[in-house]
């Protein structure tokens, strides 16, 4: 799986972004979707994630704010990012999860900076 992100760059607090990963090389709509963000001096941490059924779990801080979705028919998952903070600054990856059996398949893709500030 090749992941493609995008829409990243530069918004005043309490901003809107939309992000977009399109992904390509196999069958999209089996996996796990998620976005990821690593901020200055942090460790990547998850952001969002929704599932091939489309069951979506959020990480506390962005809850209410970010909104992923999925489009299998493009092969896109989105993630879309409003009132946005300062500590929201971070680059953001794409991540696209399966398990068969006990084996993990995970793939990333390349990450787009998000910077919010005034």
């Known amino acids: 799986v090749q992941l493609q992100a995008s829409g990243g760059g530069l918004v005043q607090p309490g901003g809107s972004l939309r992000l977009s990963c399109a992904a390509s090389?196999?069958?999209?709509?089996?996996?796990?979707m998620g976005w990821y963000r690593q901020g200055p001096g942090k460790q990547r941490e998850l952001v969002a994630r929704?599932?091939?059924?489309?069951?979506?779990n959020y990480a506390d801080s962005v809850k209410g704010r970010f909104t992923i979705s999925r489009d299998n028919a493009k092969n896109t998952v989105f993630l879309q990012m409003d009132s946005l903070k300062p500590e929201d600054t971070a680059v953001y990856f794409c991540n696209a999860n399966r398990w068969l059996g006990s084996i993990s398949y995970n793939y990333w893709g390349q990450g787009t900076l998000v910077t919010v500030s005034s």
């Open positions: 090389g196999s069958i999209f709509s089996i996996y796990t």
């Open positions: 929704i599932t091939a059924g489309g069951t979506t």
